[in-house]
């Protein structure tokens, strides 16, 4: 019967260790602070260009610094702040949705620039 009992308690404390560690929410990635360096500083030139050219660019060059801009600053919020995972997949898909729509727009002002 001692034995009997040893062997469900120790079942109960496994079933309770795994079930602790399913509930643990997974860390996610730590970003080194030279990685966040690097992205502010591509924003401040980003942000740069785009003040510096708005007389000077089209509008599809406005709207593609622009989009990347948006998707730089969706980066440096998706690195500095916690949120829920379902707001941080709707941050990664606006991410890759801005960077989608400058390619697009790159490509446009491309053709248009040396195809047409």
């Known amino acids: 019967m001692a034995r009997q009992t040893k062997r469900i ?4 404390q496994t079933a ?30 980003t942000m740069f260009l785009l003040a510096s050219g708005w007389n000077y660019f089209d509008t599809v ?3 593609m610094y622009s989009l990347l801009l948006i998707a730089l600053l969706l980066m440096y919020a ?8 379902t707001r941080e997949t709707w941050i990664r898909r606006g991410i890759f949705a801005a960077i989608a729509l400058a390619l697009v727009l790159f490509a446009y002002a491309v053709y248009m620039q040396y195809l047409v």
């Open 9 to 12: 308690r120790k079942n109960i």
């Open 61 to 63: 060059n406005k709207g």
């Open 78 to 85: 998706q690195r500095r702040m916690e949120m829920t995972p």
């Open 16 to 45: 309770q260790e795994l079930e602790e560690a399913l509930e643990e929410k997974p860390q996610g990635r730590v970003y080194k602070p030279w990685e966040n360096i690097v992205l502010v500083g591509i924003i401040c030139l």
